[in-house]
């Protein structure tokens, strides 16, 4: 059974940092792309960031540049979102989602209708 399950998410004041952490079951890392997603209340989910595992490729929406970086560890099937220099902007619901569709070119990372498996959601506040 597929399952990808979302941790690491909280309120943090403006400049702060956060780990995000997608642990996968029921498939292997080695042969998906795992994407992570955001929705802020009253917005549409828009894509973060894509770590293609089975090429090493590497994708960050405009907006975290320079800030989030994705990485993966094989031993723990896990892979996670290293957020720094956290913005109130940055605030919303974020979700892991699986890509069998590798590898992914890099002008289609953010295409939701892609992905076929979805986290549950970990909620990230960034408020003073």
């Known amino acids: 059974q597929v399952q990808l399950v979302e941790s690491g998410g909280g309120l943090v004041q403006p400049g702060g940092s956060l780990r995000l952490s997608c642990a996968a079951s029921g498939f292997h890392l080695d042969y998906y792309a795992i994407g992570w997603f955001r929705q802020a209340p009253g917005k549409e989910r828009e894509g973060v960031s894509c770590f293609s595992t089975t090429d090493g490729s590497t994708y960050y929406a405009d907006s975290v540049k320079g800030r989030f970086t994705i990485s993966r560890d094989n031993a723990k099937n896990t892979v996670y979102l290293q957020m720094n220099s956290l913005k109130p902007e940055d605030t919303g619901v974020y979700y892991c989602?699986?890509?069998?569709?590798?590898?992914?070119?890099?002008?289609?990372?953010?295409?939701?209708?892609?992905?076929?498996?979805w986290g549950q959601g970990t909620p990230v506040t960034v408020s003073s």
């Open positions: 989602a699986r890509n069998p569709h590798v590898p992914i070119p890099e002008r289609q990372w953010d295409h939701l209708n892609d992905y076929d498996y």
